[in-house]
């Protein structure tokens, strides 16, 4: 099958988007209970983020597979041709990196010799270096590295 | 070679003689234009089979090896008067070419030089040491402590010290000596929001809820200790609190009052089973099967005994809640054996002896 189809993402997305919106509203039930306040993810919050995530990231690996290759892929060899505006947005998100990068160390420093920092801080920012990396990757691999879609035979020896 | 083709005749323009008859590979021609002058030319190559016939192709190119004047000071259909001075450049063609911009190294090393700046100045800077120290536990307390305006209460020595031994013997348990807590188990009290809020974290200490146990044993100045103390300890500035406080919004008579009708039991015990009971066998007793069973509609609780028993000593995954008053454990047991089923109220002297 040549093709990168979008309906599997798609039903992934809102089947996490419901997931995540379910651990949401469970938290939100035991914060009543608890008297408003809301401590730690509960054991059921944390099933449910889990097979959101699961959902999310096939949903994300599917739409980029569809941003890289298009839906339907043609055999042959594509060369990538970056545009102008490529280097810089890449410039950009390193330097954005190498912030974030910086900042991670100075944070963990605090963290080690000045007093804790929040596992969510150190979170947040580890989070969106990974995620700025991830662009980068991304980016490269859309932009500077050839492809090639290869043609199998219908009937070909392999059984599968 | 094509069998049928004798030779291959290079012509240009309207040559009569060929610059080159080829009959065998390689097919190369060299053809150097600067015997051409500048301008339209067409190179014809004509192929002659062996039968005879001949086949012609045509292909128009121009030859530039002379360049044009370039004139800097005039532009064309201006207008121009009196004296106009312009200068008239005219290129090489033949002087190599000069690299153009900075070089692909330059580049790279020029960006490298960049992020590692940007890395060090993000690493080291006093401004990202700011916003770090906004992002540490002590700087989110601060924000914390903002919205209630309570940091300045004064901090009773004796109640902190006092609340330094209740802490230890009824708390690190689980906070831990530190306060740090288990993540994602026992939350930790360093800037934590219930500790902040005095009405919250008396509440918490008193019903229990989240997962944790009431302490409803404590006295109104045993309470005002622990207060002080994890208000004021592992990095918190939240202020004092006095045991009059205390007393104040635990409603004047330390622990609630009795409820003098059997309604006033139920809803104490509905209150008890909520905060106590409910995160494992549901608000509405339904359990969730199998591991937690459900409650409405369940025979074994028509025995008051087994009933007060497994709440005072629990089993399998249920845990003992033997720190519930005999008061609390009469409610709870009244409310799930009355609300929840059709089973008669239990009285306190039943919980006390058993107990």
């Known amino acids: 099958m040549y093709r990168n189809d979008a309906t599997g993402p798609f039903f992934a997305l809102l089947l996490a988007a419901a997931l995540y919106l379910s651990a949401y509203l469970d938290g939100r039930r035991i914060a009543a209970m608890g008297g408003g306040y809301e401590d730690a993810l509960t054991v059921g919050q944390i099933g449910l983020i889990t097979f959101a995530t699961l959902f999310l990231i096939y949903a994300l690996i599917g739409f980029f597979s569809i941003w890289l290759e298009g839906e339907e892929l043609r055999p042959g060899r594509h060369l990538p041709s970056p545009g102008a505006a490529v280097p810089l947005v890449a410039v950009l998100l390193a330097v954005i990196e190498a912030a974030l990068g910086g900042f991670f160390v100075r944070l963990m420093l605090h963290h080690l010799t000045v007093e804790p920092v929040s596992a969510a801080a150190q979170g947040a920012v580890f989070g969106a270096m990974m995620l700025v990396g991830a662009v980068l990757l991304a980016i490269y691999k859309k932009y500077y590295l050839g492809d090639e879609v290869l043609v199998e035979e219908e009937h070909s020896e392999v059984p599968w | ?355």
């Open chain 2, 1 to 355: 070679m094509n069998p049928k083709v004798e030779r291959i005749e290079v012509y240009v323009d309207e040559g009569k003689e060929p610059i080159r008859v080829l009959t065998e590979p390689p097919f190369e021609v060299e053809l150097d234009t600067r015997t051409l002058p500048d301008g339209a030319h067409r190179l014809r190559i004509v192929t002659v089979f062996k039968d005879g016939s001949r086949e012609e192709r045509e292909i128009p190119f121009e030859v530039d090896n002379l360049p044009d004047a370039f004139v800097d000071g005039i532009d064309e259909g201006q207008r121009v008067r009196g004296k106009v001075r312009f200068n008239v450049r005219v290129g090489d063609y033949e002087k190599p070419k000069e690299a153009a911009g900075v070089s692909a190294w330059l580049y790279v090393l020029s960006t490298v030089l960049v992020l590692i700046l940007v890395w060090v100045f993000f690493a080291v800077s006093p401004t990202a040491e700011k916003v770090a120290a906004q992002m540490a536990v002590g700087g989110a307390k601060a924000e914390v402590e903002a919205p209630g305006g309570e940091g300045g209460a004064p901090v009773n020595e004796a109640l902190f010290n006092q609340g330094k031994e209740l802490y230890a013997a009824n708390c690190a348990s689980c906070h831990q000596a530190d306060g740090k807590g288990l993540p994602g188990v026992f939350p930790g009290l360093a800037g934590s929001q219930v500790v902040a809020d005095v009405k919250a974290a008396l509440e918490r200490i008193t019903k229990g809820g989240n997962g944790m146990p009431a302490f409803n044993q404590l006295s109104p100045e045993e309470l005002a200790a622990i207060l002080t103390y994890i208000r004021n300890d592992f990095g918190n500035h939240f202020g004092g609190v006095s045991v009059d406080e205390v007393q104040k919004l635990l409603g004047g008579g330390g622990q609630a009052a009795a409820p003098a009708a059997d309604e006033g039991l139920l809803a104490e015990g509905e209150q008890v089973y909520l905060q106590n009971c409910a995160s494992c066998h549901q608000p509405d007793g339904s359990g969730m099967a199998p591991m937690f069973p459900a409650l409405k509609g369940n025979a074994n609780l028509k025995d008051a005994k087994f009933v007060i028993e497994r709440i005072l000593k629990g089993k399998g995954a249920m845990p003992s809640f033997a720190q519930l008053s005999d008061r609390q454990i009469a409610a709870v047991a009244s409310f799930v054996r009355a609300k929840l089923n059709d089973f008669g109220p239990v009285s306190e002297d039943e919980v006390k002896s058993l107990r």
